[in-house]
């Protein structure tokens, strides 16, 4: 089935044109994805393609048969809507029990009012309303910002298993690889279609870089030539002097334009002493029976390159609050290193003055940027390697689109030169390019880097150890992100597996009252309290390992002392769901 067709689609903004000459078709099982910076015009082209907007020239021609489903970047509702009523408004195609599954499985109460809600859980319930009516093409951008991991693989089974057309912006990476079949590539205003992933994408580029060096190549080696011609004096010039003028004008106006910026910033670094952040049993609740974080240990040292994972809602956000010193702690103590210098970037970052300068919000903060070697760096330089160009910078904020925005509190918290980095949610809305040499920057960030994210690329790329947060408020850690990953699922097919189990053995309920409630209540204690231990020991041991990695007798040691706690826990756990459920 042919859904719809994009021909010759042109759009510009405020005189500046964001692309021009779009054409592709969509066609029933089609995965694309459009790529390109921040403020290339992503979002605009999946608006005009969902019949938001008109363009300056061409048509989007869509089958009126087929039914088009649009996840926008910003959703808003109206005053009074609960969450039930915008992932399913009046559709009969929708089951009720549909509605329920799909709105637990992203951690919604069908009852709220969506004026109430998060701004990320207002995307998550336009992200149900996308996908519950099963349309023929699913519109999404950004659908996996603000979801948690776990919920992101989710996400990709369902879509994978749909015969659903799929036109998509996302900055995840992995996302992106395992789901698209085709890709559509803004690149300053030029539009670009690759078939296959994201990696074979990535192969284009540089192969488009190699040509684009070896064009650059010839045209030097011609210049040269037309230099050398000129300097030789009038009287050698007898043969065609017009044409020969032209030519070294011609080469001289080819010069290739400059390459995209980079943030390969060399940011000047206080000195970080041996002490930099640590906190002990800290416990929050925000006034409720439950507590987010319980008796939380842990601590960061110089060079230390963390990441703190969990599902929405497992208190990340405030445990960057509490390390920072945003959130004090209902208990527990916070200590913070007399030179540590925190640059914290929020998930939910405040705009400055939409009429001022892009420029002067950045020199506000620090007119210039110390280096490493003792030089110092102009702001509009760093700006210009964050991508924003001699125009952005002298452009109101109101201007930039929502990645820009998103772009530039990065650059405010970069350009204070800090030595500890707190980042929350630092891919949100950010560009894929913008990843990469943020990632590079990170590379090279000689501080205390704290991350709490969703990307499983930027974590694999830039974290040395992970800290899962878990749904009764503790924290373990983890060697790396595969590992918290299998341990996560693990423990999702044991309580399915209990479940399982309960089910079969239906007692009679009078046998069930009378049976020895609180010999079992002594053992979930009992249990409680051994996991807690078997935890500990397991968060010890991995340091254990991390820190004799190049001790080989050590590491067996380390290992089988490992395995034998995990083999322990895994019992225990097994037992503790088995007396929870019953």
């Not at 030539?225 to 050698?236: I, S």
């Not at 980042?423 to 501080?447: A, I, K, Q, S, Y």
Request: hydrophobic share 35%.
């Amino acid at each position: 089935m042919h859904i719809l067709n994009v021909s010759d689609l042109s759009k510009a903004y405020e005189g500046r044109t964001l692309f021009e000459g779009v054409s592709f078709g969509i066609d029933a099982g089609d995965r694309v994805a459009v790529v390109g910076r921040n403020g290339a015009g992503k979002s605009t082209l999946l608006q005009l393609v969902a019949g938001i907007g008109q363009p300056d020239a061409g048509r989007v021609v869509a089958n009126n048969r087929a039914h088009i489903a649009h996840l926008p970047q910003n959703p808003t509702y109206p005053a009074g809507l609960a969450v039930r009523q915008v992932a399913a408004p009046d559709d009969a195609t929708v089951r009720d029990h549909e509605v329920d599954e799909m709105l637990d499985r992203l951690g919604l109460d069908p009852t709220a009012e969506v004026a109430a809600l998060s701004g990320g859980q207002r995307r998550r319930a336009a992200l149900a309303a996308a996908l519950l009516p099963k349309a023929d093409l699913v519109i999404l951008d950004e659908p996996t910002n603000h979801l948690d991991v776990g919920t992101i693989d989710w996400l990709e089974d369902v879509l994978r298993e749909r015969n659903s057309a799929l036109l998509l912006v996302t900055h995840d990476r992995y996302f992106l690889e395992r789901l698209t079949t085709r890709i559509v590539e803004i690149d300053q205003g030029r539009v670009f279609t690759h078939e296959g992933t994201y990696s074979d994408l990535l192969q284009a580029r540089a192969e488009r870089e190699e040509l684009r060096t070896r064009k650059e190549r010839r045209r030097q080696n011609l210049l040269r030539k037309e230099v050398a011609w000129l300097r030789r004096g009038p009287k050698a010039r007898t043969s065609k002097p017009k044409f020969r003028l032209e030519q070294a004008e011609r080469l001289q106006r080819g010069a290739p334009e400059p390459d995209e910026a980079q943030l390969e910033l060399g940011t000047g670094r206080r000195r970080l002493g041996s002490d930099v952040l640590e906190i002990e049993d800290v416990r929050v609740t925000y006034g409720g029976d439950q507590p987010v974080l319980d008796k939380v240990s842990i601590g960061f040292g110089p060079g230390d390159r963390a990441a703190v994972v969990g599902p929405n809602g497992s208190g990340k956000t405030t445990l960057l609050r509490v390390l920072t010193g945003e959130l004090t702690p209902e208990a527990g103590t916070v200590h913070t290193g007399k030179t540590v210098e925190i640059g914290y970037y929020r998930q939910e970052h405040r705009d400055p003055p939409l009429d001022q300068k892009v420029i002067d919000t950045v020199t506000d903060i620090a007119p210039w940027i110390p280096l490493a070697n003792g030089e110092k760096l102009p702001a509009s330089t760093l700006a210009e390697r964050f991508g924003f160009d001699d125009r952005l910078q002298h452009a109101a904020v109101a201007r930039l689109s929502g990645g820009e925005r998103r772009r530039l509190a990065l650059l405010h918290v970069l350009v204070a030169a800090p030595n500890v980095l707190v980042l929350d949610e630092p891919t949100n809305d950010l560009d894929l390019d913008t990843l990469r040499v943020l990632e590079d920057h990170l590379d090279g960030f000689g501080g205390t880097l704290i991350i709490a994210s969703h990307d499983r690329y930027l974590l694999d790329r830039t974290c040395d150890v992970i800290y899962g947060l878990e749904p009764d408020g503790s924290i373990s850690s983890y060697l790396d992100f595969d590992q918290y990953h299998e341990e996560r699922l693990r423990k999702e097919r044991a309580i399915e597996a209990a479940a399982v189990r309960h089910d079969r053995v239906k007692p009679d309920a009078s046998t069930e009252r009378n049976r020895g409630r609180q010999a079992r209540m002594r053992e979930v204690r009992s249990l409680e309290a051994r996991m807690q231990r078997l935890q500990s020991e397991r968060a010890d041991l991995h340091h254990a390992l991390a820190t004799h990695a190049t001790d080989p007798e050590r590491l067996v040691s380390l290992q089988a002392d490992l395995d034998t706690i995990e083999q322990e826990l895994t019992t225990a756990e097994e037992r503790w769901l088995d007396l929870a459920v019953d």
